[in-house]
């Protein structure tokens, strides 16, 4: 088993900066996540795709975090970053790690909180 872990989450004021992390661990051996991102959730609504990254090094953003918003892989392996900058209260919501295999297969953490107040 792939288990997930974030961190990072909390309460910053709007305009402020948070930085999220996930760590992946397991009993697997040498596994690499093809692609790991970052998804959020807010209260009433579905699940959204924040960022991703490709083990290359290629990144995807959704269009109201770009130029805020920076994901990066890790040194470590399966580690992904999201570095958030001028935090709008939009932003509010619980963010998930997601790492995806080759074969499609997908884990997701557990989720972290993040609130942005005005």
């Known amino acids: 088993q792939v288990q997930l872990v974030e961190s990072g989450g909390g309460l910053v004021q709007a305009g402020g900066s948070l930085r999220l992390s996930c760590a992946a661990s397991?009993?697997?051996?040498?596994?690499?996540?093809?692609?790991m991102g970052w998804y959020r959730q807010a209260p009433g609504k579905q699940r959204e795709l924040v960022a991703t990254?490709?083990?290359?090094?290629?990144?995807n953003y959704q269009d109201s975090v770009k130029g805020r918003f920076t994901i990066s892989r890790g040194n470590a392996k399966n580690t992904v970053y999201l570095q958030m900058n001028s935090l709008k209260v939009e932003d509010t919501a619980v963010y998930y790690c997601?790492?995806?295999?080759?074969?499609?297969?997908?884990?997701w953490g557990q989720g972290t909180q993040v609130i942005v107040s005005s």
């Open positions: 997601k790492g995806s295999f080759l074969s499609g297969t997908s884990y």
């Open positions: 397991g009993s697997i051996v040498s596994f690499r996540f093809i692609t």
């Open positions: 990254s490709t083990s290359g090094g290629i990144a």
